[in-house]
């Protein structure tokens, strides 16, 4: 078997795992916001999120950097020479990255009962990894430059 495709394809389910996890936190919040201070609603979602940031999302975050890194350097450092659509892609999973820090941060609020964002801010917050995925993918798949 092709080792490259087997990193690939590890690859893609953690970034895959990743987005998900980034996609359905935000609306976990939404919903959280909702709860009261203290009820078991709010503990549920406390339980919930928190889990979901430490079991999924931050393990499939780190797996996909490893394994793209991987890719990277298994496909040869011309990557790291001379394509832009490359260091566009990088620079916008680090925006991922950076997603992914500032939903942490409000797990951590939401667990200290210290939230003080609105459902709206969760929803329009939700939309920042979809853009930055299509973009990724667009440059992944067309390599227009």
């Known amino acids: 078997m092709n080792a490259y495709l087997w990193l690939k394809a590890v690859h893609l389910i953690a970034v895959i795992s990743w987005m998900a996890a980034l ?10 916001c909702d709860a009261k201070p203290g009820s078991e609603m ?25 394994l793209g890194l991987c890719l990277a350097w298994v496909s040869g ?14 620079a916008l999973v680090v925006g991922l990255t950076a997603c992914h820090g500032v939903l942490a941060r409000h797990v951590k609020a939401f667990a200290a009962d210290q939230n003080d964002k609105s459902p ?19 440059l992944v798949v067309v390599k227009a430059f």
């Open 77 to 90: 450092l011309d990557y790291l020479t001379g394509t832009a659509w490359f260091w566009l892609k990088l």
């Open 23 to 32: 996609l359905y936190l935000p609306r976990l919040f939404v919903y959280h």
């Open 120 to 138: 709206r801010y969760f929803r329009i917050i939700n939309e920042v990894p979809t853009v930055l995925m299509i973009g990724i993918v667009i």
């Open 42 to 66: 709010s503990e549920t979602f406390k339980v919930m999120e928190r889990r979901l940031l430490r079991a999924i999302m931050t393990p499939a975050m780190i797996a996909a950097w490893i």
